[in-house]
């Protein structure tokens, strides 16, 4: 099992920045890539933006393509999500999520929330 903890949510305005960070610990070995999500209330969670954990290689959503960058320093088991350009439908509950395979996402954080006004 791998335990997440998210931090640096807080509130912007639009077109602001926010740097959003998750530690993870316990079985990091096993993880296989490294992802963010998000939930806005009354709405389904959705993926944002996913980062492998043995190299570099990255992949979002359309949504926020060009916004957000989504990094991790292995040295410390940290992965981060820069988000820039902030816009009000982008408010949420932002979850770090581990991989054990490319799109399963078996271990979640508590969730740190951002809200973006307009």
């Known amino acids: 099992q791998v335990q997440l903890v998210e931090s640096g949510g807080g509130l912007v305005q639009a077109g602001g920045s926010l740097r959003l960070s998750c530690a993870a610990s316990?079985?990091?070995?096993?993880?296989?890539?490294m992802g963010w999500f998000r939930q806005a209330p009354g709405k389904e969670r959705e993926f944002v933006a996913r980062?492998?954990?043995?190299?570099?290689?990255?992949y979002y959503a359309d949504s926020v393509k060009g916004r957000f960058t989504i990094s991790k320093d292995n040295t410390k088991n940290m992965v981060y999500l820069q988000m820039n350009s902030l816009k009000p439908e982008d408010t949420a509950n932002y979850y770090c999520?581990?991989?054990?395979?490319?799109?399963?996402?078996?271990?979640w954080g508590q969730g740190t929330q951002v809200t973006v006004s307009s």
């Open positions: 999520a581990a991989a054990a395979g490319i799109w399963d996402f078996r271990s």
């Open positions: 316990g079985r990091t070995f096993s993880v296989y890539a």
């Open positions: 980062i492998r954990w043995s190299g570099d290689s990255t």
